[in-house]
Every structure is written in structure tokens, then in C-alpha cells.
């Protein structure tokens, strides 16, 4: 009988996250900024039907980069925890950093588990809250870890970079127009440097803005309402105009799909 062949649990665990990191590094950033009336949401996302961003619960959102089919299921998972959660006590007991627990016991129970590949996923749930100091903004990487970000963060494809570019420019009290501005600087540059051209057309792009009315606080932001946006017009702001009609599909993209 031969000797089964021995990996170390540390190694076997660095193979493992090695595995994940190259798949999520493959997708296209998402930005997330901080504003003065609450949180942008900024991808590089061509398509119209398949979103990386998503409505979770009233002031809560979700952003993603990795494997479509794999943050699905999660954020489909996290909608039906927000639903039973707000029936079961109160829409106000649905926070943010619930949801981070559950993803994070998810994401950590797949990454240690032999049985299963560790998905390939990094998440951004995020939460407005009545002034910018009750934002709250939660990066959930592969393995299930919960870090807890302010101003800014990134995910996907050039993530150190684009964050490190963040940080150096991102400033509290931005207007929309501002943020959004500084979002789409950070994803058009590249490796070497260089910056590409970004049009609004191949950009998603969401708000949770603490100024509406109403008790859904997610909107996402399109056609010339977005083009005003990235033009700078003055007092422009997520609440000017009516919404305008989303896509088919409330999905997410992913490797597999127009993502790479």
C-alpha cells in the first residue's frame, strides 16, 4: 500500500489562497467612496443586466468582484437574510454588520473546508447611516476575514494600487460629483502607469444616499443623471432627478462572464 502524499495545513492553506487571489485579481475593480450625503458605489462594468452592484436591504448595499455564479448565491443568500430578519424583529435590527458575520462564516467555513475549492470572491457590504460618521463600510476577502474600512476601498484587479491612489486623494466632505470623479481616476489607471478612457457607458454605478425620502436609500445612477455627474455639473446630486428603469436582472458579473 503506498504512503498518501503529505501536505502541511499551512501550505495546503497558502495554496488555497493563492488559488483565490489569482481568480479575484483576473475581475474588474470596484470602488467604493464615502461622500457628503453617504456611499458610491463605482465599477467597470459594461453590461446593463449583470451587476457587481446590488440592493441588499433599505440602507444597505453589496459590491463584488470574483466568480459570478459563486457571489450570487451569497448575495441571493444575503437578501433572504435581510427579509427574514427585518419580518422576524425590525427593518432597523438589519445592519451591515450582521450581514459581514454571516458572509464572513460562509466564506470562512468554504476556505477551510478540504472538501470544497474556496470561492473565489472579495465583497464589500455597506451601510448608510444618518450622518457620514454612522457610515459603515465592511471588505469581506476570501477567507472569511471582516475588515472594517473608512473613506474608501477597493476590490479586484488592481485593488493595491487603485487603494493607495484612494487614499492619497480621498478627503471627507465630497460632493457626489467629486467622488464619483475621483472613483473613475483610480480605475482608469493601469499597471504601467498610464490611464485609459472610462465613458459612462461602461460604468456602473450606485448610491446609498441618506437624503431620500424614502426608506430604500439605494439608487443606482444612469444615463444622463451619471453623464451630469462625471461632468461636474454644478450642485448635482443622486436626489436631483427621478429614477430612471434598471435592467432586467438584479444579478452580479463575474469572471466568467463580461467581467474579463
Do not use: C, W
Not at 22 to 40: E, F, H, M, N, P
Not at 150 to 179: K, P
Not at 185 to 211: F, K, M, P, Y
Amino acid at each position: 500500500m503506498s504512503t498518501p502524499f503529505y501536505v502541511s495545513p499551512q501550505q495546503a492553506m497558502a495554496d488555497r489562497a493563492e488559488y483565490a487571489r489569482k481568480g479575484i485579481a483576473r475581475g474588474r475593480s470596484v470602488v467604493v467612496l464615502q461622500y457628503t450625503d453617504g456611499v458610491v458605489f463605482v465599477a467597470e462594468n459594461p453590461s446593463r443586466a449583470l451587476h457587481k452592484v446590488s440592493e441588499i436591504y433599505d440602507r444597505i448595499a453589496f459590491a463584488a468582484v470574483g466568480k459570478y455564479n459563486e457571489f450570487e448565491n451569497l448575495r441571493i443568500g444575503g437578501v433572504r437574510y435581510a427579509d427574514l430578519r427585518g419580518y422576524t424583529y425590525d427593518r432597523d435590527d438589519v445592519t451591515a454588520r450582521g450581514l459581514a458575520n454571516v458572509y464572513a462564516q460562509t466564506l470562512g467555513n468554504i476556505f477551510s473546508s478540504a472538501g470544497e475549492k474556496p470561492y473565489e470572491v472579495e465583497l464589500i457590504v455597506a451601510e448608510v447611516g444618518a450622518g457620514p460618521e454612522n457610515d459603515q463600510i465592511y471588505r469581506l476577502p476570501h477567507d472569511g476575514s471582516i475588515v472594517d474600512e473608512h473613506g474608501s476601498v477597493a476590490v479586484g484587479g488592481n485593488a493595491d494600487q487603485i487603494s493607495a491612489y484612494l487614499d492619497q486623494r480621498h478627503r471627507d466632505g465630497m460632493t457626489l460629483s467629486e467622488a464619483l470623479k475621483l472613483a473613475v481616476e483610480s480605475l482608469t489607471r493601469d499597471n504601467n502607469g498610464g490611464e485609459r478612457t472610462l465613458t459612462a457607458e461602461q460604468l456602473e454605478v450606485a448610491v446609498l444616499d441618506r437624503t431620500r425620502p424614502q426608506q430604500r436609500k439605494f439608487k443606482r445612477l444612469l444615463g444622463r443623471q451619471l453623464s451630469r455627474l462625471l461632468e461636474g455639473a454644478s450642485g448635482a446630486s443622486a436626489a436631483d432627478e427621478p429614477d430612471e428603469p434598471e435592467g432586467p436582472a438584479e444579478g452580479a458579473e463575474g469572471s466568467e462572464s463580461p467581467e474579463e
